[in-house]
Structure formats: structure tokens, C-alpha cells
Nanobody, 118 residues
Framework: QVQLVESGGGSVQAGGSLRLSCAAS????????MGWFRQAPGKEREFIAS????????YYVDYLKGRFTISRDKAKNTVYLQMNSLKPEDTAVYYC???????????WGQGTQVTVSS
């Protein structure tokens, strides 16, 4: 089993940046795709980006491409989400997830809160 722990959330003013981390432990060899999602109050959870653990291929939701960047450090078993030019509408709980493909995730972290003030 893989355990995922997110960190790096917090409060920031609009226009600022944050980098989220997702540290994986356990049977990390089973991770094939890692993804970041977010859920704002009263809204459904939405996909942000994914990265293949082996090859590093990335995929983004169109409207966040250019502001958010996903990356991974295989030596540290950690996936990152660099978020720039943050807007109040980016306020949400951010989750990382692991799964067999970028379309399927079966393991989730506990989430980290990001609050962007205007």
C-alpha cells in the first residue's frame, strides 16, 4: 500500500505563488500515475494535472496550463505542484492521488488547504 501526504498549503495574496508537495511512502513501485486535484467549497472535486511516475509525461486541464506546473522527484518519492499567479478562485483543498493511469486514481492524500485572498 502507498501512503500519500500533502504539504505546502497556506494563505497567500492574489498574484502570489505556492508549491505543494506530495510525499509517497510504502509500496511506491506500484505508483504509475500521480495527479493533483482540488475541491472548492460547495463544488465537486476537479482534476488539475497528472504526471507519469516513470517517464514524467504531464497532462493539464486547459484553463490552468501555464500557471500550474506538476513535477516529480523520483529519488524523494515526491510530486510537486507549483502554483503561480494565484487567484481567489484557486482557493480550495488540494489533493494528490495515485493510480494506474492518469484517468484512474485509487489512492488519495488527506488534502491541504490553499486560501488566496484578494
Amino acid at each position: 500500500q502507498v501512503q500519500l501526504v500533502e504539504s505546502g498549503g497556506g494563505s497567500v495574496q492574489a498574484g502570489g505563488s505556492l508549491r505543494l508537495s506530495c510525499a509517497a511512502s510504502g509500496r511506491t513501485f506500484s505508483m504509475l500515475s500521480m495527479g493533483w486535484f482540488r475541491q472548492a467549497p460547495g463544488k465537486e472535486r476537479e482534476f488539475i494535472a497528472s504526471i507519469s511516475w516513470s517517464g514524467g509525461d504531464t497532462y493539464y486541464v486547459d484553463y490552468l496550463k501555464g500557471r500550474f506546473t506538476i513535477s516529480r522527484d523520483k529519488a524523494k518519492n515526491t510530486v510537486y505542484l507549483q502554483m503561480n499567479s494565484l487567484k481567489p478562485e484557486d482557493t480550495a483543498v488540494y489533493y494528490c492521488a495515485s493510480g494506474p493511469t492518469r484517468m484512474s486514481y485509487n489512492l488519495w492524500g488527506q488534502g491541504t488547504q490553499v486560501t488566496v485572498s484578494s
